[in-house]
């Protein structure tokens, strides 16, 4: 818990609201109590919000959501642009540097664009698994943790999904396309990052 409560520190001090919790069950506990009153809530594709229920919690009492994730294949294009407009974003993040950045790669884009440049309140819960040192170790994370296991969660033809190492590959499957990291915070828009002394998600 320290080590999350510095990194919380780094955010604080380049303008991000960081909030720690000891388990996931605190932060879904107070996710499900900070969002009473909002209207449309998005999502972005996350195992940590799969692993934490979220969505289950949220539609059980009521809420409208927009997840990708939940519809049929020939909807996915409209969820995603349609979560750019909701009034709160949930999702996670690939990599948490320590010193108070998000490292995030995607394969469309839908959800690193939502994050800096969509809805105007969005919240990152990541798990201790998720912090890095520096850049040169969050991008590693990433390329050679979880996205090899993203790759064998979604059944792509990628040489990491069979080797578990990036291979910088040209695949039409690559899921690597696009390459975002936050820096600060974010002109007009609220950003917050919810840390969790507990391994989440890849």
């Not at 949220?58 to 642009?81: F, I, Y």
């Not at 490292?103 to 839908?110: K, V």
Request: proline share 3%; hydrophobic share 40%; net charge positive.
């Amino acid at each position: 818990m320290n080590k999350l409560r510095e990194t919380a520190k780094r955010f604080i001090e380049r303008g991000i609201e960081c909030r720690c919790f000891n388990t996931g069950k605190d932060a879904l506990d107070a996710l499900m109590e900070d969002l009473k009153g909002s209207e449309r809530i998005a999502m972005g594709g996350s195992v940590t919000l799969q692993e934490l229920g979220i969505y289950e919690a949220l539609k059980e009492r009521g809420q409208e959501l927009l997840w990708h994730w939940k519809v049929p294949a020939d909807e996915m294009s409209r969820v995603r642009r349609e979560a750019m407009a909701a009034d709160v974003y949930l999702t996670s993040s690939n990599a948490v540097i320590e010193d108070g950045r998000l490292l995030n790669i995607d394969g469309i884009g839908n959800r690193v664009a939502a994050m800096f440049f969509g809805p105007p309140r969005v919240i990152v819960i990541a798990g201790r698994n998720k912090l890095a040192p520096d850049y040169t170790q969050a991008l590693d994370r990433i390329k050679n943790v979880a996205a090899p296991r993203n790759a064998v969660r979604l059944k792509r033809d990628t040489p990491c999904r069979y080797s578990g190492r990036c291979q910088d590959c040209r695949s039409p499957q690559r899921m690597c396309q696009v390459t975002v990291c936050i820096e600060n915070r974010l002109e007009g828009r609220k950003l917050e990052v919810w840390l969790v002394d507990q391994e989440l998600g890849y």
